[in-house]
């Protein structure tokens, strides 16, 4: 059986070393336009699997605090896919 739980909390050690991380790179001069891209899609991706987490989560009952976990961390990777994608933006002029 999955262990819904261990991946969320997997899921969110990720987050918020990402969430560290994905500031310091944008901040970075030398990043480029493809790197930023690379990182945007890398954030989509995420955002998506924990939505995927979140609906398993609470078709298999779990308490509401554990799903409000998963609705965090998936606030917390979509506002950094928006970050990058400011950033992206903010290149392209």
């Not at 970075?28 to 480029?32: A, L, T, V, Y």
């Not at 690379?38 to 939505?51: D, G, H, M, W, Y």
């Given at each position: 059986?999955t262990?819904?739980?261990a991946?969320?909390?997997?899921?969110?050690?990720?987050g918020?070393?990402?969430?560290?991380?994905v500031?310091?790179m944008?901040a970075?001069?030398?990043?480029?336009e493809?790197?930023?891209?690379?990182?945007?899609?890398?954030?989509?991706?995420?955002?998506?699997?924990?939505?995927?987490?979140r609906?398993?989560?609470?078709?298999?009952?779990?308490?509401?605090?554990?799903?409000?976990?998963?609705?965090?961390?998936?606030?917390r990777?979509?506002?950094?896919?928006?970050?990058?994608?400011?950033?992206?933006?903010?290149?392209?002029k």
């Open positions: 059986m262990d819904w739980i991946i969320l909390k997997e899921q969110t050690a990720t918020d070393q990402m969430g560290r991380e500031p310091q944008l970075n001069p030398d990043i480029s493809a790197q930023v891209k690379t990182l945007f899609s890398a954030l989509e991706k995420q955002a998506e699997f924990v939505e995927k987490l609906m398993a989560l609470e078709k298999f009952g779990h308490d509401f605090s554990i799903i409000k976990a998963a609705e965090r961390l998936e606030e990777y979509v506002d950094l896919a928006a970050s990058v994608a400011e950033k992206l933006k903010a290149m392209r």
